[in-house]
């Protein structure tokens, strides 16, 4: 079955950095594109990255273009994601998500709904 396992959440200060990593088990990684979203308390899950199968297409939500950056490596089968100049915006748990099928799209995987496997998450608390 597939396993998806964040590492690298903490607690930082306003401006900091944290590098968020996510191993993949279960399954053939590099056949599919990754994401990653955060669900802050009192607020839906939201889009933050995603990274197409081959790591050549990528796509950001507005809030974190420019300070995140996403990546993966198909040898280690893990999906990176590289957060600069964090916000106290930014705090909350971020999951790591597998999608579903082999999709090229990268608007289809900005989407939940896209996505069939799910991290525990790991807490990223920002303070000012």
């Known amino acids: 079955q597939v396993q998806l396992v964040e590492s690298g959440g903490g607690l930082v200060q306003a401006g900091d950095s944290l590098r968020l990593s996510c191993a993949a088990s279960?399954?053939?990684?590099?056949?599919?594109?990754m994401g990653w979203f955060r669900q802050a308390p009192g607020k839906e899950r939201e889009f933050v990255a995603a990274?197409?199968?081959?790591?050549?297409?990528?796509a950001y939500a507005d809030s974190v273009k420019g300070r995140f950056t996403i990546s993966r490596d198909n040898a280690k089968s893990t999906v990176y994601l590289q957060m600069n100049s964090l916000k106290p915006e930014d705090t909350a748990v971020y999951y790591c998500?597998?999608?579903?099928?082999?999709?090229?799209?990268?608007?289809?995987?900005?989407?939940?709904?896209?996505?069939?496997?799910w991290g525990q998450g790991t807490p990223v608390t920002v303070s000012s």
């Open positions: 990274i197409s199968w081959s790591g050549g297409s990528t």
């Open positions: 279960g399954r053939t990684f590099s056949d599919y594109g």
């Open positions: 998500a597998g999608a579903s099928r082999h999709l090229t799209n990268m608007q289809a995987l900005s989407t939940v709904a896209a996505y069939g496997y």
